[in-house]
T-cell receptor
Framework: GQNIDQPTEMTATEGAIVQINCTYQ??????LFWYQQHAGEAPTFLSY????GLEEKGRFSSFLSRSKGYSYLLLKELQMKDSASYLC???????????FGRGTSLIVHP | EPEVTQTPSHQVTQMGQEVILRCVPI?????FYWYRQILGQKVEFLVS????????KSEIFDDQFSVERPDGSNFTLKIRSTKLEDSAMYFC????????????FGPGTRLLVL
């Protein structure tokens, strides 16, 4: 099986930068996803990493270190609408099915 | 932008009743999935479907569950005899055929079993 850990909750100030960490233990790593989920809504895709390094997409960046089993999602210039749960999900082995972590609830305050 | 759609958005049913949740995946996608999310818990994989058959399923997907693609556009999840613990949000997702293709989720059906 896979073990995915992320903090339960984080708070940050509007306009600031926040980093949400995700660690995982798995065999046959095959990609890591970050999704955003607002309360009562579906997860929406943010980023995909399969090789080490940083992927930047606008205000959001995602980093992966396969040797450390570690990823982070970096959110810059935080806006109130960024308040949501951020889900780390890992694919492993020959499966295309991602296993989701419990998510990190981010609260952005003025 | 193409999107996954699901109906109904909400469903209330009595324990023991059958329910069918419907999904229309993105039109050129070939892989289809059902997930569920019990309130306050993580997203859990149920089943994946490709080429008109189940390709993977989780321990949750027992004999009370079935999936079907009855025509070229719909993808359904049937729960034969609902239990209280089936109350959850059910998400359909689809993806294209490339290795790095991600899954796109529908808006979900909130199922409440009384």
């Amino acid at each position: 099986g896979q073990n995915i850990d992320q903090p339960t909750e984080m708070t940050a100030t509007e306009g600031a930068i926040v980093q949400i960490n995700c660690t995982y233990q798995t065999s046959g790593f095959n990609g890591l996803f970050w999704y955003q989920q607002h309360a009562g809504e579906a997860p929406t895709f943010l980023s995909y990493n399969v090789l080490d390094g940083l992927e930047e997409k606008g205000r959001f960046s995602s980093f992966l270190s396969r040797s450390k089993g570690y990823s982070y999602l970096l959110l810059k210039e935080l806006q109130m609408k960024d308040s949501a749960s951020y889900l780390c999900a890992v694919r492993a082995g020959g499966s295309y099915i991602p296993t989701f972590g419990r998510g990190t609830s981010l609260i952005v305050h003025p | 932008e193409p999107e996954v759609t699901q109906t109904p958005s909400h469903q209330v049913t009595q324990m023991g009743q059958e329910v069918i949740l419907r999904c229309v995946p993105i039109s050129n996608h070939l892989y289809f999935y059902w997930y569920r999310q019990i309130l306050g818990q993580k997203v859990e994989f149920l089943v994946s479907f490709y080429n008109n058959e189940i390709s993977e399923k989780s321990e949750i997907f027992d004999d009370q569950f079935s999936v079907e693609r009855p025509d070229g556009s719909n993808f359904t999840l049937k729960i034969r005899s609902t239990k209280l613990e089936d109350s959850a949000m059910y998400f359909c997702a689809s993806r294209g055929s490339g290795r790095q293709e991600t899954q796109y989720f529908g808006p979900g059906t909130r199922l409440l079993v009384l």
